[in-house]
């Protein structure tokens, strides 16, 4: 199975979750070097140099003894990153259905996101939520720690799951109240909240950013089916994954005002990050892991 273009299907069938991820961070940091974008720092730097005036108490003087420079060691509640993954549960998330498509795009580069920060030595914590919180994790750097989340990720890709609506405007208001430092938030979500009620979706987005966070907000979609609706022209029932209520109809007769209705609230969405300064990445399953890794370093190069 090629790392880079994983076949989603097949995520869940391999089934070590570390591993794939390991194996995928590790391609791509491996691409970036033979890219334009060589010059992100994706390793962990761990002494700086002294400036004068500062304490001497963490000068490192086994490294002065080699190198002749004085630097200092850093430790990592002073100077590390924090991230929080939130990870939307939600029935929706389980389309496409043969593949838990936007699931297990999602668990995937949540897994790769962490192990990142893992070999960064920053720290993560994970929230599962849908029309709540879930399972919300601490905020911690060691390998027992990220097992501790891996495992919790492979968990989201059980089948048998009971259907769930989404309430991602209420549990971005709870993180946004819980999270007490300065953090990095990343979402992962297909944002099928209650599209008609979308100025609370915008609240709570704004809300995470006034409290000083910084939001990386990847919006996953199956861009073919949910934005085109590119469907044969024949006779489908469609269901709704998170109430079951189920509709008869021939795609060309709703195709037209499905995408304008679904076009209009995805560009509220987009300008309403850019106003708020969240960063909005369109996350489309066909597309790969890439997009989600490198906007991910971009934002980590602006934050140290």
Not at 110 to 129: E, G, I, P
Not at 216 to 242: C, I, Q, W
Not at 263 to 272: E, T
Request: with cysteine; proline share 2%; hydrophobic share 40%.
């Amino acid at each position: 199975m090629s790392v880079r273009q994983l076949d989603l299907a097949k995520v869940r069938e391999f089934g070590n979750l570390e591993f794939l991820a390991k194996q995928l961070v590790e391609g791509f940091i491996t691409g970036l070097h033979k890219s334009p974008f060589h010059g992100f720092s994706v390793e962990f730097a761990e002494h700086q140099l002294y400036n004068t005036g500062e304490s001497t108490r963490n000068i490192d003087w086994k490294v002065f003894a080699k190198t002749d420079r004085l630097y200092v060691k850093r430790y990592e509640e002073e100077t590390n990153l924090r991230c929080h993954i939130l990870l939307d549960t939600s029935s929706s998330m389980y389309y496409p259905e043969e593949n838990f498509g936007k699931m297990t795009f999602s668990v995937m580069a949540a897994a790769s996101l962490t192990y990142l920060l893992q070999r960064q030595k920053d720290a993560v914590s994970l929230c599962t939520f849908s029309e709540q919180i879930e399972v919300q994790t601490a905020v911690k750097s060691t390998p027992s720690h990220v097992h501790k989340i891996m495992l919790e990720l492979e968990q989201q890709l059980q089948a048998n799951r009971p259907l769930r609506k989404t309430s991602v405007a209420d549990v971005l208001h709870q993180i946004a109240e819980k999270i007490h430092k300065r953090s990095l938030v990343v979402i992962f979500s297909d944002m099928f909240d209650n599209i008609e009620e979308a100025d609370k979706i915008f609240s709570a987005l704004q809300h995470l950013r006034h409290n000083l966070h910084e939001v990386l907000l990847f919006h996953v979609t199956d861009r073919k089916t949910e934005e085109n609706f590119a469907f044969e022209n024949r006779p489908y029932e469609f269901v709704d994954l998170e109430t079951g209520e189920k509709i008869k109809v021939q795609p060309e007769q709703v195709r037209e005002s499905y995408q304008q209705f679904v076009g209009d609230f995805y560009q509220k969405l987009k300008l309403k990050c850019g106003q708020y300064k969240i960063d909005f990445i369109e996350a489309d399953i066909a597309k790969g892991f890439d997009p989600v890794l490198l906007a991910y370093l971009v934002k980590h190069s602006k934050m140290r």
